[in-house]
């Protein structure tokens, strides 16, 4: 099996059991029960799809669900985090595609704020950025590069920043970060990611070796409910943060399986 092929896989095959996918399946077999007249079985599957709709799109559900993730690497107020590099995983910027003319910013693009933010405080004196592009997403640029040109424009030098633009997951993120470094060797490195993704992404860089220490942004959840019916009212973003939460602990289990982390 060629690699394009293992990533390719590798992004499909969850979604056969994400909410999405279930209620898919779910659709298609309610089609199939109604032609073969099976309408007791069909109100069942419709019965169960219900279920699972409003269980992944209900607020409260979501939003403990992904502070699971979230939970595990507070941001501590009274500590500021100081390293001699930041390590900044891709995820976050996209090459344009028409009618854009300039990238498209994604809702981790919290990543690269952060990490100007620190920089310019003077917590960090160095930035590296690792993430290419997809191969059935190409671009004239990779994601590094993106980011780079995106630290620029928030104020952070050219020469302090250093890219990688060839991995495409978060263990190639890893690997390629540990050799950009061994060309110029950091004492110390915060890793910059999203607040759901840095269980899995600091357990990858440690497992590599790299003196990492997490350095979370981009938070989905809410302390503070609104503490109404709302809070149990299904919506879509309720749903996008279930799937997605479901999805990083699926590939934390895949990767420890895999022994990456």
């Given amino acids: 099996m060629s690699d394009h092929l293992q990533l390719f896989l590798s992004k499909l095959l969850p979604l056969a059991v994400l909410p999405e996918g279930i209620l898919t399946l779910a659709l298609v077999s309610i089609v199939i029960s109604a032609w073969l007249d099976a309408y007791r079985l069909m109100w069942m599957i419709s019965a169960l799809a219900l279920a699972i709709f409003w269980i992944s799109a209900n607020p409260f559900v979501a939003n403990q669900l992904m502070a699971t993730l979230e939970s595990q690497h507070p941001i501590d107020p009274n500590a500021q985090p100081r390293a001699d590099v930041a390590i900044v995983l891709g995820g976050a910027v996209y090459n ?14 919290d990543r690269v704020w952060h990490a100007a933010r620190l920089y310019r405080s003077g917590q960090i004196a160095k930035i590296l950025v690792v993430g290419g592009n997809l191969p059935w997403w190409p671009g004239a640029h990779s994601e590094a590069a993106l980011i ?111 022994g990456w982390l």
């Fill in 96 to 109: 344009p595609s028409p009618p854009r003319q300039e990238p498209e910013l994604g809702e981790a693009v």
């Fill in 148 to 258: 780079h040109k995106l630290l620029v424009e928030l104020g952070v030098p050219a020469s302090s920043i250093q890219i990688g633009g060839t991995s495409r997951n978060t263990f190639e993120n890893a690997v390629e970060a540990k050799a950009l470094m061994q060309a110029q060797p950091f004492e110390s490195a915060l890793l910059i990611t999203s607040a759901w993704h840095m269980p899995r992404a600091l357990a990858i860089f440690k497992k590599a070796g790299l003196p990492i220490a997490p350095a979370p942004c981009d938070f989905r959840t809410n302390d503070e409910l609104s503490g109404t019916l709302l809070d149990w009212v299904p919506n879509a973003q309720a749903f996008a943060m279930t799937s997605a939460a479901l999805r990083e602990w699926m590939g934390f289990y895949v990767y420890r399986w895999r």
